[in-house]
């Protein structure tokens, strides 16, 4: 199961008021282990991811960590849908022109932030003071790194293209995926 995701896909991010009232969820394998993926009804019809974990330990811990992370949204498992989400964002290199909506709950700082990351390309990286300017917020280096560390859409939202000034890769799912993934995505930048 080698499924992975688009090089550099098109995002648009939906903020939602308050955590969804439902989530369903899947877990599926991928080239860099098993993903726990969540969606949302975004409304006219529309699923839109709302979270993106990997799994580290076993399932059930993962699902324990959505649990403590949604603690006001129901949680279902429902492969179905969830799958055709995911289809739409792993494999072909083709111009896949799908536009991937992704719900996000948070201030407006932090969409902001989040926003910011989704405009970092496949083979980039940048600092949290990099990303801070980037943003026009030089000043704001520690409220970036907190609302980079909120980020509940791994890869899509890719906070794992921020590099700390001494190259140290801290990661919440571990610094060793963090590397993989990032030589991944350069050695198939260009």
Same mark, same amino acid.
């Not at 498992?77 to 719900?103: M, Y």
């Given at each position: =199961? =080698?499924?992975?995701?688009?090089?550099?896909?098109?995002?648009?991010? #939906?903020?939602?008021?308050?955590?969804?009232?439902?989530?369903?969820?899947?877990?599926? /394998?991928?080239?860099?282990?098993?993903? %726990?993926? *969540?969606?949302?009804?975004?409304?006219?019809?529309? $699923?839109?991811?709302?979270? %993106?974990?990997?799994?580290?330990?076993?399932?059930?811990?993962?699902?324990? &960590?959505?649990?403590?992370?949604?603690?006001?949204? &129901? %949680?279902?498992?429902?492969?179905?849908?969830?799958?055709? +989400? /995911?289809?739409?964002?792993?494999?072909?290199?083709?111009? $896949?022109?799908?536009?991937?909506?992704? /719900?996000?709950?948070?201030?407006?700082?932090?969409?902001?932030?989040?926003?910011? %990351? +989704?405009?970092?390309?496949? *083979?980039?990286?940048?600092?949290?003071?990099? !990303?801070?300017?980037?943003?026009?917020?030089?000043? /704001?280096?520690?409220?970036?790194? $907190? =609302? #980079?560390?909120?980020?509940?859409?791994?890869? !899509?939202?890719?906070?794992?293209?921020?590099?700390?000034? $001494?190259? =140290?890769?801290?990661?919440?799912?571990?610094?060793? !995926?963090?590397?993989?993934?990032?030589?991944?995505?350069?050695?198939?930048?260009?």
């Amino acid at each position: =199961a =080698a499924m992975w995701f688009n090089k550099n896909p098109r995002i648009r991010l #939906v903020p939602l008021e308050d955590p969804p009232g439902l989530i369903r969820f899947s877990i599926l /394998a991928t080239k860099f282990g098993r993903i %726990l993926l *969540g969606i949302v009804d975004a409304g006219q019809n529309e $699923n839109a991811i709302c979270l %993106l974990y990997f799994v580290e330990k076993s399932d059930k811990d993962t699902l324990k &960590e959505l649990r403590q992370r949604w603690p006001k949204s &129901e %949680l279902q498992q429902d492969d179905h849908p969830v799958r055709s +989400v /995911a289809d739409k964002l792993f494999g072909s290199d083709k111009e $896949n022109n799908d536009v991937i909506p992704i /719900a996000i709950v948070g201030t407006e700082f932090q969409q902001s932030v989040w926003a910011a %990351l +989704v405009g970092l390309k496949s *083979g980039e990286t940048c600092t949290y003071s990099q !990303l801070a300017e980037r943003m026009g917020r030089p000043k /704001a280096v520690r409220a970036v790194a $907190n =609302a #980079v560390a909120k980020n509940e859409v791994a890869i !899509l939202i890719p906070c794992h293209r921020i590099v700390s000034q $001494n190259g =140290a890769t801290k990661y919440h799912w571990g610094s060793s !995926l963090k590397q993989k993934l990032l030589t991944f995505e350069n050695s198939s930048a260009n």
